[in-house]
């Protein structure tokens, strides 16, 4: 059975770094695209970052290019999302989610297994 499982949110001040990890279990990264959605209070689940072997750019949202950083562990279990110089926008529940075949996608419908959120909360 495909699953994923997201972990190591948590609070941290203003400016503070965190890194949240979402494990495979089932199947490897090499075969699926990858993405970090969130989802803050009182708004939409929008796209954070995105990668895939088969893409030689990751995707970062306008909001946190610079500052965030997605990856791939060399085993394909894992892919992480470094976040740094955190501000309090950036809090909300954090999803990874994997498509299935070649690439990614920024539209959280193309997406086929969802893992459960990890909570973010950045104090200002």
């Known amino acids: 059975e495909v699953q994923l499982q997201a972990s190591g949110g948590g609070l941290v001040q203003a400016g503070g770094s965190l890194r949240l990890s979402c494990a495979a279990s089932?199947?490897?990264?090499?075969?699926?695209?990858a993405g970090w959605f969130r989802q803050a209070p009182g708004k939409e689940r929008e796209v954070v970052s995105c990668?895939?072997?088969?893409?030689?750019?990751?995707y970062y949202a306008d909001s946190v290019k610079g500052r965030f950083t997605i990856s791939t562990d060399n085993t394909g279990s894992t892919v992480s999302l470094q976040m740094n110089s955190l501000k309090p926008e950036d809090t909300a529940l954090y999803y990874c989610?994997?498509?299935?075949?070649?690439?990614?996608?920024?539209?959280?419908?193309?997406?086929?297994?969802w893992g459960q959120g990890t909570l973010v909360t950045v104090s200002s």
């Open positions: 990668i895939s072997s088969g893409v030689s750019s990751p």
């Open positions: 989610a994997i498509i299935k075949g070649w690439g990614y996608s920024t539209y959280e419908e193309d997406y086929d297994v």
């Open positions: 089932g199947f490897t990264f090499d075969d699926y695209g």
